[in-house]
């Protein structure tokens, strides 16, 4: 029986049974962000109403997704959770991201855009649902790392901005390229792609990293959002010069 408060029912008593039950019975795609914080939460703090916790993290940052990729230290201000919370729900992050160890990337230059779109091409177009990569570059352009951030269904991927920052941060990376791939076919950008590459990159270069490109991944096409370019595979036009040169 739920914990009773001056002889009454404690507030959304019962909730988190009725998120179980949904969950048990119409899956995942039953739960709002919401619940499915609320649902994680009750595993982390069993004897306390999480209702109100799940929320307002969710107010604070966005999604359940920038919520997991949200640095501990914020976790804990924003929702006043303990270091066994966090843990958790840290650990459910990285559990999420694990296939990120399993991509093959080789040590390339990347000096131009076009170079930086056929490399993205290669390693998200195979890809039958839609994931986030970043790639970590050194001073000269060279790849020194491709990590998964996040991975969704054959139609979406959130770009989570909280989880791309925290992890070039805590590699001490100097510059990144975003890819997200569109399985379905255009690699157009939608309002939301414009907006979260805004987000990010401003997010970025708050800590002092440079996003250079944020690029969208087809079968056959590929869009560089911050060169405004298009790009049809195989073969098609070079793209402009990585940085704007005024020589070139």
């Not at 791309?164 to 990376?173: F, M, Q, Y």
Request: proline share 6%.
């Amino acid at each position: 029986m739920a914990p009773e408060k001056n002889g009454r029912p404690a507030p959304h008593a019962g909730h988190r049974q009725r998120i179980k039950e949904r969950y048990l019975e119409k899956g995942f795609a039953a739960l709002d962000d919401k619940d499915i914080l609320e649902l994680l939460l009750t595993y982390a703090i069993p004897r306390k109403d999480v209702y109100a916790v799940s929320r307002e993290l969710v107010h604070t940052f966005g999604t359940a997704e920038n919520v997991l990729a949200a640095p501990p230290e914020a976790l804990r201000e924003a929702g006043g959770l303990t270091d066994h919370t966090v843990v958790l729900l840290k650990l459910v992050n990285d559990i999420r991201t694990q296939p990120d160890r399993f991509i093959e990337y080789r040590r390339e230059q990347l000096n131009n855009v076009l170079a930086a779109v056929e490399y993205c091409h290669r390693i998200l177009g195979r890809f039958p649902e839609e994931a986030v990569i970043m790639l970590f570059l050194d001073k000269e352009n060279y790849v020194i790392d491709v990590t998964k951030v996040s991975y969704g269904s054959a139609d979406s991927a959130v770009l989570p901005i909280y989880g791309i920052v925290e992890t070039a941060c805590r590699h001490g990376i100097e510059r990144v390229i975003v890819a997200h791939n569109h399985p379905s076919g255009s690699s157009n950008p939608s309002a939301a792609d414009l907006m979260a590459t805004d987000a990010l990159r401003s997010k970025l270069l708050s800590h002092g990293i440079e996003l250079a490109e944020h690029i969208i991944v087809a079968r056959e096409e590929c869009t560089a959002l911050l060169h405004h370019q298009t790009l049809s595979l195989p073969g098609g036009e070079v793209f402009a010069p990585w940085k704007n040169d005024p020589n070139a």
